[in-house]
T-cell receptor, first 115, second 115 residues
């Protein structure tokens, strides 16, 4: 069964460094998302992406964050200068609009630890 | 701003028991509602999606109901098994018909099914 994959599974970085989290969405899906979950807290929406553009972004998704679909299969989240509070589990998700369903499928996550 | 609440926060039951998990949301203008399962340190597995026009959805031993006007959903698990032990998350999709809408998550119910 098709699934969303993410790499790496765990990333450790120093504060101020740039990180790129990678995702391969399900191949026929058109909508892509990033969410994050700080330990012990709710899963929070960061950004949605469609047709090579950001559809919606949350207040968390500030200028330090960017997303890109560099080729036909990958979807990336870049954090330019990491902060301690960016430590979290980052989930990529994808969906295909099959009116009226928009079921989102999630990857296994990347655990980001900022030291 | 949409707020999603889940009760109870934790639940421990003996194997074989039927159980109900509750989810409530403050803004009834939702498009879909999804129930997810999250195992410790893992990603989110989609269990059921209910459209706002539906009253319930079933998958195997799981049955989810939706009362959109009162802002409530329940997830019923029949004949619980130790393998059902996980955190169950409720998420509502707002926005308009179509893809790319964000999910707003609850804090989850941590379920433990004991032998």
């Amino acid at each position: 069964e098709p699934e969303v994959t993410q790499t790496p599974s765990h990333q450790v970085t120093q504060m101020g460094q740039e990180v790129i989290l990678r995702c391969v969405p399900i191949s026929n899906h058109l909508y892509f998302y990033w969410y994050r979950q700080i330990l012990g807290q709710k899963v929070e929406f960061l950004v949605s992406f469609y047709n090579n553009e950001i559809s919606e972004k949350s207040e968390i998704f500030d200028d330090q964050f960017s997303v890109e679909r560099p080729d036909g299969s990958n979807f990336t989240l870049k954090i330019r200068s990491t902060k301690l509070e960016d430590s979290a589990m980052y989930f990529c998700a994808s969906s295909v609009w099959e009116g009226p369903y928009n079921e989102q499928f999630f990857g296994p996550g990347t655990r980001l630890t900022v030291l | 701003k949409q707020e999603v609440t889940q009760i109870p926060a934790a639940l421990s039951v003996p194997e074989g028991e039927n159980l109900v998990l509750n989810c409530s949301f403050t803004d009834s203008a939702i498009y879909n509602l999804q129930w997810f399962r999250q195992d410790p340190g893992k990603g989110l597995t989609s269990l059921l999606l209910i459209q706002s026009s539906q009253r319930e959805q079933t998958s195997g031993r799981l049955n989810a109901s939706l009362d959109k006007s009162s802002g409530r959903s329940t997830l019923y698990i029949a004949a619980s098994q130790p393998g059902d032990s996980a955190t169950y998350l409720c998420a509502v999709e707002g926005g308009v018909a179509g893809g790319g809408n964000k999910l707003t998550f609850g804090t989850g119910t941590q379920l433990k099914v004991e032998l």
